[in-house]
């Protein structure tokens, strides 16, 4: 049997006991302390199980960045049951799926989310609690849910008045269930992504400790939210497990709120991923708004290194590129503070082993490319019930990223994208990221993503949709690129766009990118004129910014 462990003590409970309780845990809409925080969590753990559940029982959490929700989520912990938070971006139809997925008892929501919420419990019938935060719970459930309601401070007000027995940590160890998360990983449909309370240890003394250093005199804030791998680690387990602060935003992440929190709550370590980096260096906030940042982090989707290098110029902070999953719980492959290799991820994060195999699972050579497999102790045991999926992402202690990667002479790691977004123009492979860097080292350019649509003989040639900051034409465009790349590198059309489509965590859809090339140039014939003979329409003329 593994070693008794429970995240709940290790994040929170043994600063309390070391004496480090009145530091300050959390600054949300009030701020906690550690010992608030550890209070907080024994009610939670208290209601959940006057409310009837046992080990292993899931609760979904579809709540906004605040108080509540940490405190829901170390409050499973401590009970011993499952913490499932899930996107907030997600409709009815959605949640519903995976609320029946998850087979989830009680679900817990902000009142931002109630309709989507209470019409997706309609969809699971299991669900037999509905908690709602900020708002009054009554009526708002339809008449055919058999579900009981209750406000938050009700639910708290359950727990309080349980016993010592109610608010004591559960007996698990190491091995048990902690933390479901649901994605679409790299086989379709949203799979809860199996995560011990081990995990949650690993990658805190992994990249939290030796990557970015973390102590208890920091201050995270991350614009990824807690429902993501990538935003439970830097908002939840990294600040908590080393006694730091943790600043958490229930608001959608724009620069302005952003400028908000950095001048009232002084940061020192930030979280982002690259569209909204691109997004902070287009807007008119000051340049000294990171003054108080010692370093800054970007995960998701590849960091191109001309916009690593404006925003390292414009605001004085050094961003380190990693890559992690939610597979993986958080980062496993990073550059490093002083150590920074623009354009690659960097080296892997100690504790992890990294292989680049080919389509048959044998290693390839130095230099040439792969797909991305890691090993660490923080890999999920499995998806929930995807007996197919898990067989073929989990291969014994290995991880199939579904990433194309080269290890570089240095020992760093390229990216080339998802297996599936490479092109192959005239025979030859072109990785998009390599185009859109090119792109966005012109002065007009403030995004980029490049996609391969089948010219008029029907083969794959590079398109690029982009969003501009002031005019340029297509033409100008394309020469730019032919003037810093191979010609078969270059896009053979290019389509202007408002914005670029992204999921709620600010991961470029490539897949959406795709529907806006063909929506944008109408018909097939137009397509094939305009894939063999770029027009110089500007992007006003166009007229297609949205």
């Known amino acids: 049997m593994a070693p008794a462990f429970n995240a709940a003590t290790w994040l929170v409970d043994r600063h309390v006991e070391e004496g480090r309780g009145e530091r300050t845990a959390v600054r949300g809409t009030r701020t906690l302390t550690y010992a608030e925080l550890a209070r907080l969590s024994g009610d939670v753990a208290s209601s959940l199980r006057r409310l009837g559940l046992r080990r292993d029982d899931r609760v979904v959490f579809v709540m906004s960045d605040d108080v509540e ?20 971006m997600l409709g009815a139809q959605e949640l519903g799926k995976i609320l029946a997925d998850s087979g989830a008892r009680v679900v817990c929501s902000t009142h931002e989310y109630v309709d989507a919420v209470t019409a997706a419990i309609d969809l699971a019938p299991e669900v037999e609690h509905f908690v709602l935060a900020g708002a009054d719970p009554s009526g708002v459930l339809s008449a055919a849910s058999a579900a009981s309601t209750r406000s938050w401070d009700d639910f708290i007000a359950v727990g309080r008045e349980g016993t010592d027995q109610d608010r004591a940590v559960a007996n698990t160890d190491e091995d048990a269930w902690a933390l479901w998360l649901y994605t679409s990983g790299t086989t379709g449909s949203p799979k809860g992504a199996m995560h011990r309370h081990a995990n949650i240890r690993h990658v805190c003394q992994t990249y939290g400790d030796q990557v970015l250093g973390i102590t208890s005199e920091d201050s995270c804030f991350s614009i990824a939210k807690l429902f993501f791998a990538y935003g439970i680690g830097n908002s939840a387990f990294f600040p908590l497990s080393a006694g730091a602060t943790t600043v958490l935003e229930p608001r959608r992440p724009t620069p302005a709120v952003l400028q908000e929190r950095m001048h009232r709550d002084r940061p020192t370590l930030f979280f982002g991923v690259p569209t909204f980096y691109a997004a902070l260096l287009h807007s008119d906030i000051p ?88 090993r660490g102790e923080s890999i999920a045991v499995g998806y929930w019930r995807r007996t197919a999926a898990s067989r073929q992402v989990f291969g014994g202690q290995w991880l199939n990223t579904g990433d194309t990667y080269l290890e570089n002479q240095d020992g760093s790691y390229t990216c080339l994208g998802r297996s599936s977004d490479l092109i192959k123009a005239g025979g030859i492979w072109v990785t998009p990221s390599e185009v859109e860097s090119r792109l966005l080292e012109h002065p007009k350019v403030a995004e980029a993503a490049v996609v391969g649509f089948p010219d008029v003989d029907g083969l794959d040639k590079p398109v690029a949709c982009v969003v501009t900051q002031g005019s340029v034409t297509q033409d100008e465009l394309i020469a730019w690129c032919r003037d810093g790349l191979a010609h078969f590198k270059s896009p053979r059309t290019i389509v202007f766009v408002g914005e670029l489509p992204k999921t709620a965590t600010g991961k470029l859809q490539r897949f959406k990118v795709r529907e806006l090339v063909a929506d944008n140039v109408h018909r097939t014939d137009d397509v094939n004129r305009q894939i063999e003979q770029p027009s110089t329409t500007t992007t006003a003329e166009q007229g297609v910014h949205q």
């Open 69 to 88: 929700l940490i405190g829901g989520v170390l409050g499973a912990f401590r009970a011993g049951v499952v913490a499932v938070p899930v996107s907030t």
């Open 287 to 374: 340049d000294d708004t990171f003054a108080s940042v010692r370093l800054a982090t970007s995960a998701g989707e590849p960091l191109p290194a001309p916009l690593q290098r404006r925003f390292t110029e414009r605001f004085g902070v050094e961003i380190i590129d990693g890559i992690g999953s939610t597979e993986a719980l958080h980062i496993f492959l990073s550059n490093r503070p002083g150590d920074i290799r623009p354009g690659t991820t960097g080296l892997p994060v100690p504790g992890y082993e990294l292989a680049l195999r080919d389509a048959e699972g044998e290693l390839v050579p130095q230099g040439q490319p792969g797909t991305l497999h890691v």
